[in-house]
């Protein structure tokens, strides 16, 4: 796509309403999605390209955002430019800078149909971190397929339903990778989350649920906050109910290596044959000490866990403000009760 800013109707032009906001939707960057058959290369450069010409647009931008509009007389228009405009700026600051954006997730499988996941994913604020869906999450999605035939073949039939199944993920953020698995598997997967992220994982959940039901799944979501009875929801009172837990990016402070082992041994089934798959990026210091800390919380046996098998994926998020991604080695494992 090739933009030039000069042939868009200037403030000192004193264009209509209508020519502004026209311009403006032409500027919008949609955030790239890591499609699976597409290069990833081929997806930056087409997000890259889309706002090469920053500069200039931020400067076109502003100018509308200074402006008072003076000879635009509806203020309801001039608010709906500068609302307008300043979405635009916000997409290109990264995506802490974004406002709400709403994207849509391929999936292929070799067990289903080829299906989408609409996921929406709220403006970004303190440190709800779970309001993004993280790469991990959809890398580990990606996997699912492959997982099911591999390591969970003692528990699922591929491409056929599993209904009888149950299987929750912790975390769950936006919800992408428990409403893959429903799907996918032909399961039911109950996400969970922090009582501040439900309304939004709610939302997605509803948004997907006939998707996933004509794929032969089930999913639903429910608040339930590790290492506290309050504000849990009903169906985890009972405790050791799960056959399968998933997991995705689940460790970013320091308690929650202890607390994230403490959920999956009150909530997974005290079965030998039941499994946790789990993610882990290795982004930084922080986040391979968080992992260290968990694998040895597991090894001292407090847990009643064990680690069956482990594997390194690399995977990318799209979270810095010039649109870059680098790789980030992704530690994924398997593990069971001892």
């Known amino acids: 796509m090739s933009i030039s800013i000069a042939d868009f109707p200037q403030v000192w032009q004193k264009p209509t309403a209508a020519e502004l906001l026209a311009s403006l939707k032409l500027l919008q960057v949609d955030p790239p999605i890591w499609n699976p058959s597409i290069p990833r290369k081929v997806i930056l450069e087409t997000y890259q390209n889309a706002a090469q010409f920053r500069r200039e647009v931020a400067a076109y931008l502003s100018s509308i955002i200074k402006s008072n509009l003076g000879w635009i007389q509806d203020d309801v228009e001039k608010e709906a430019l500068w609302d307008e405009a300043s979405r635009r700026l916000s997409e290109r600051c990264g995506r802490a800078g974004m406002g709400e954006i709403t994207r849509s997730w391929p999936f292929e499988t070799q067990a289903s149909t080829p299906f989408n996941l609409i996921i929406r994913e709220p403006p970004i604020t303190g440190d709800c971190l779970g309001l993004k869906t ?17 390591s969970l073949s003692h528990l699922l039939n591929p491409g056929h339903p599993n209904l009888s199944l149950s299987v929750l993920e912790l975390g769950s953020g936006t919800g992408l990778l428990g409403m893959a698995a429903a799907a996918i598997w032909q399961t039911d997967v109950i996400l969970s989350d922090l009582p501040n992220i439900m309304s939004n994982l709610a939302h997605n959940v509803e948004s997907n649920r006939s998707t996933i039901e004509v794929l032969g799944g089930r999913v639903d979501s429910g608040a339930l906050t590790w290492g506290s009875d309050d504000d849990i929801a009903e169906r985890f009172s009972a405790g050791n109910h799960f056959k399968i837990i998933l997991a995705a990016d689940p460790l970013y402070d320091d308690d929650h290596p202890g607390l994230l082992s403490s959920a999956i041994h009150s909530h997974l089934a005290n079965d030998k044959d039941a499994r946790v798959v789990m993610m882990v990026p290795q982004r930084d210091l922080t986040t391979k000490r968080l992992l260290a800390t968990f694998i040895s919380t597991v090894a001292l046996g407090e847990s009643g866990l064990t680690i069956l098998e482990e594997h390194i994926l690399v995977g990318q998020d799209d979270w810095d403000e010039d649109g870059e991604s680098s790789d980030v080695k992704c530690w994924w494992a398997v593990l069971g009760r001892k």
Do not use: N
């Open 134 to 150: 993280w790469g991990s999450s959809y890398l580990l999605a990606q996997s699912l397929d492959k997982i099911a035939k591999d």
